[in-house]
């Protein structure tokens, strides 16, 4: 199993565990991640109920960092 993305992240989530689960069901990067819903951790095979709650928090987090971020953006234009 390489390190990546989601494998780090599922480590600071205690749940390293799922990781090769997570990348075999196509779950190998953040983006896909915060789709991830009820039908999706029975695929991926997270059955332990605080295991699954713990995961869906994260993703609550993960859609909320990208909801404060959709305000910021940068032009790149020369200065006047």
């Not at 199993?1 to 990348?23: D, G, H, R």
């Not at 819903?37 to 609550?60: F, S």
């Amino acid at each position: 199993m390489c390190t990546n993305i989601v494998y780090e992240w599922l480590k600071t989530l205690q749940l390293p565990q799922y990781a090769e689960s997570f990348v075999d069901n196509g779950y190998d990067d953040l983006e896909v991640c915060k789709q991830i819903g009820e039908p999706d951790l029975d695929a991926i095979g997270v059955a332990v109920p605080h295991h699954r709650r713990r995961i869906h928090e994260a993703v609550r987090r993960l859609k909320e960092a990208d909801e404060r971020a959709a305000g910021l953006y940068f032009t790149l234009e020369p200065p006047p």
